[in-house]
């Protein structure tokens, strides 16, 4: 691996470095051949796929066109030659999957006369640059993905590289070729903002082919005059020429003694080749100087000189900014070098060179290949793009939050049964009663009233529905208020009735007169009698507790004697609940049960919780989307295929929905997870990311109390850290306000005469004592957060007139706990851990 | 149909807010998404963070924003609500309110009730000018508030219970940046300019003396500033010092630093007034007001203080040992004073016990553990075993719950002698406590206990030559 060439990893930054770098030194190459250049190397690696070198990176590539995309658009407006397509950004992603058509119409023949002989002649060139889009992609990734604004983007990425542009230079200068060189400068200044985006990827093919012209043995440096001397027509025949005598090696070589300075990759994976690099060092550096002043400044004095001896460095990874002082870098790394945090993520990763460059690829600490992958999806071209994606948004957004049904999935007999139950309690007249038992959240009011709602699309006129809950309806009193409410009875005039005693029974009466015999009643209540009802009861197990059962008695007796057509759909989380219920209650029930269980399978789980993400085709209308506006099924298409490769390639949201399935198995739970995911999403970054990334705002419950510890100021830390020593050192698990304040002063004292000998008093703070008046407020403050809870053990102290001194107390942390959740001082941190 | 299409908040409205409430702003945007009707309304949200850290600041602030005839919102406060009823109407008036509905509010006893009004109200109403409503009740309750239980069952089963973005406590950086609420007049003989300099830089001192280290909270940062702002830069109006010398000024101001009566409001509420006369019924002469402690010391007269020193050792010294310690009669043991050697070591310092030799745990100082409960009769023999000692001038005797001269009956000491009279005047103070009901107060049997702590009672003890220390028994 040690090799560049076959290293992936170090060719492609480097790569992508120098070819930004030579976007900028080439005025001549108009933003169309660079164009070109793009399109030919991203067709390269398609062809390429075969080689056996790159394998793991050609997954990875696919995401770095993306990448390029956004770049690119700003200059997009300066090219020269004006391309057909409106939308820059549109156009670039599609032009990786594209191919050469498009880029055919734009350019003359010479492009794709490059095409195909970088194809025919070099295989391994055309692997390496795909590296190199790939490393580049990895490294923008992030930012673009986060960042829906194109245009700072592309600024900061210029700003970013100019280093690279220098070394080439510096390199042109050895070759000897300074005069050209200083021409290209002048071009460069002029075009820079031009070519900036295009040459990424293509460049460094561009640049090896003319080393390979001019120079063949010779290192990288003389590239670039030449190739600039050449000018817009020479190049490209070249180019392919150089490739076939051997150009692979210098190729990777220059690039990486090029890159070296601004970003590169894998500085360590890389390191090993290339010599020449110092040598171009020195002479990067006058042209750095220049250009990186009015763009970059250094993270650590903020400083934007770049000088000689001490160039601004750019971390491959992240792209910060830091002097070669600053950071105490003596030279300038040859291959990709990284700042002090990125260093550290990567050594975590690497073993070998050879996982570096897969590491550069796909499977870069799991995370950004994730990111990657992201990223890489193109943005869709697809009209009313934006209407439809708000459409979407709305819909989903609504299902996640629980405000629209989703559809019951996997539950098919169950609801089958249930409907016919309740069809024939409509249809035929029967008197019917059944419970639907099964685990909170696994769908039994979305089952029950969806076959409610599917039943009434039929007999829409036929039935009244009268839903009971037991949460809200404590009593029979109340529940039978709410009956009759419901089945269109004013409340306001029940009551005065149903106040008194003698009247509940009143209403009661009538109300059972009312099921019980239609036909005589039927002058006074037509509307009622001659319909069914359907009785949907909520939390059933607790009309259960009301006295005798007055409430389901009746109307399982109703349901069984078949005085009047009433269906009883009893829902409940508890599978014994007929034991609950009252012989007489018991036998008039007709023992029909569905059983709903949580779903079995992470598949199943994924099924339902599909639901919150995608709208299926035969829902669209009933969810009011509309499917006669442009590109619905495109749209549609893109997004299926989008969260189809969430689930099935996204690892992160594997794991996700994995933790969800494992723990809960609640499908609200983790539909509420992806609602501020897809109320982030934009027409410019309509990528769905879930989980959302841990910097922002979670919608997850604290996992403990432990989350308040921080918010808590050194004395009541103090406190309790002397409280929770006491469970340890004295053997009790209650404490009182004396016993923790009597420790915590033992500690302090013990901490100041500690300090005095040692000379720190004099640093003071850590080491005052506070006084009992004080850390009785603190302690206070320690009850009403709840860290302590009162301990009931009976006798002294609970008297509540002790006072404050003597009331017992439980901890609830323990000891360990406390300096995991919290960064302590030292002081405290060693009371923790010294018994 | 046309559906309802997705947007996010009011961009211009959240930066302001944000601006507004400074490291809030991930969370700001999260609950304007998750409030906003447009956007991803949730049915119900939890707030969490801990005290002053801005919820209810930043949820009115961003609810007022968001107000509009498409989202009306109500507060209620469920602490200032007493019972569950009164709970659920005052949900049902400040809905009618927000809707400006026209009728009366009905009474509301139950949930059901209540469910029943609000949705009167929210759902089945076509209101003539096409108003749709959707309601935002915020409460806040106390996790423990009594009302819970009186609901009857959680109301809403938590399928939607939608946790809450957390709000951190203001980290110590950031507690510089954050203005705070009273920037300060200008000082004279300086600029505004100079002043604000020198009051962040105050502030930061402030912060670091005492809100990091004892009361890390928004308000107590405020009041402490406030207090001692006047005496920090007290040099500068008198001229001594100018405001660009703020370590020096810190150091003429370091007493007030570390000065915790800052912190902490008993003492900060009463600038003791030298001369305030006591306005008790007991004719004391006044001394000096110094602290609570001597304050209870003369407060009572001399045979209540006894009382009460004889109440804590029988509360805080077990019955075993009582025999060792009072009792002059000689039964052969030695009589122990101020701990056993034995048992524990050190009797004065803040720990109580030393290790017994054995036992891996070290023993908690008995008084630590608070009063025990004594029975009247045990700790009225303590007084008499002990008066003799403790006040030998006086050769009383006790009988029948009186203290009788020796000399014979009637004779004028017994005027205020009556110690059922000092036990209820202590009963009174709630400096004994009856444990357990019922009984009458004279009976012997009846169970009682202390209630002063340690250091009150050292003080009165000293008040009347008695190092209580040497008594207890650890």
Redesign the interface.
Known sequence: MTTRKTTAAAAPAAGKKRARAQNEDEPDLSSTTAAKKARVSKKIPATATNATKSRGHRVASAPASAVNKPVEIPESDEEPQPQPKPLTATKKPRQPSGKQKTNIYDFPASDEDELSSAEVTTTTTTVTTTKRKTSKSVTSAPRGGKENVDGPLAEKKRRGRPPNKQPKKAAALQNGNGNVESGADSDATSTTAVSLVVPKTRKPKAVTSLRGGEAPAQVPKGILTPRKGQGLDGKRGKKNVVFAKGGDEDEAGDEEGETTPTKSRGKHGLGPDGAAAPEAEDEEEEGDSEEEEDDEVCTVCSKPDSKKGNQILFCDSCDMAVHQKCCGVARIPRGDWFCKDCTEKRMAGLLSVAETAKDRGASFQGKKATVVAQVAEELPDIPNFE?HL??T???L?DR????RRIKLRGQNEAYEKTYQLVEQTIVAGEGNSMLVIGA??CGKTTLVESVISDVSKQHKEEFHVVRLN?????DDK?AL??IW?QLGKE??VEDDLVNKTSNYADTMASLLALLSHPSEIAESHEGVTSKSIVFLID?FD?FATHARQTLLYNLFDIAQARKAPIAVVGLTTRIDVVESLEKRVKSRFSHRYVYLSLPKSLPAFWDVCRQGLSVDEEDMEA????ETLEGHSAFWKWWNDRIEALYNKDQRFKDHLESYFASTK?V?ALL?TC??P??GLSPTSPFLRIPAPS????????DSKL??L???????LSLLIAAAR?DI????DTV?F??AY?EY??LM?KQRVQTASSGLLVLG?GT?V?????AG??WERLV???LLVPAASG???T?G???L????WKLDVALEEIPAAVKLNAVLARWCKEI | ????????PDELRLTLLAKEFPCRE??I??LA??LNPS?????NL?V?G??A?GKTAIITALLASLDNASLRHTIVNSIECITARHLYETVVGKVAAALEWEAVP?RCE???QL??ELSKMLKYTERPDGFRTSKTIRDHPL?HHPLHRHL????Q??????????L??LHQTRIHLHPLPNPPPAIPNTTPQETLDLWSRFVGAVH??L??????SLPSLTQACSTLWPKFILPITQRTHTAKEFSKLVVLARVHF?D?SL?????SLSPPPPSSTTTTTINIPTAKPANKTTDLATLLPTTARFLLLSAYLASHNPTKTDLTLFSTFHHGRKRRRGGFSGMTGVTG????GSRKNGS??????R???????FVLERMLAIFAAVRAEWDPGCRAKIRNGMVVNNKGEGDGNGVDNDIYMSIATLASL?LL?K?GGGGDVCDLGGKW?V?C???VVRGLGRSVGVEVEEWLVE
């Not at chain 2, 310092?349 to 109580?352: E, K």
Request: with cysteine.
């Open positions: 209407q708000r459409m948004q709305r819909v957004l996640c939050a629980g405000r909170r959240g037991g949460f809200i309806h404590t109340l208020r709410e409410r409340m306001a939390e607790l969810e009011g989307i509309d609640s609200s509420t609602v501020l897809l109320a910097t922002s705002v979670s919608l997850d419950p604290p989350h308040m921080e918010s808590l100021s050194d004395l009541d006491l050192v004295a053997h009790t009182n004396a016993m009597d002063s033992s004292s703070g005052r506070w006084g009992r008046n004080i407020m603190a009403a957060l709840g006798g002294r102290g008297a007139l002790s006072g001194d003597s009331k017992m | 149909m046309t559906v309802p299409i997705f947007e996010l991930p969370q945007r999260a998404t998750l956007a991803a309304p949730c049915r939890v969490y801990t005290e850290t009905p139950s949930v059901s469910t029943v996790p009857p069952t959680p109301q089963p938590p399928h939607h219970l939608r946790p809450p973005p957390p951190p406590n670091d003396s809100s990091r280290s004892a009361s890390r570390q915790e912190l902490d409001p008993t003492l310092g803040g720990r109580g891996q745990h070290r023993k908690i100082a008084k630590l553990l608070g009063a025990h409960a709630r406590v444990v206990r209630a702590s340690w250091e």
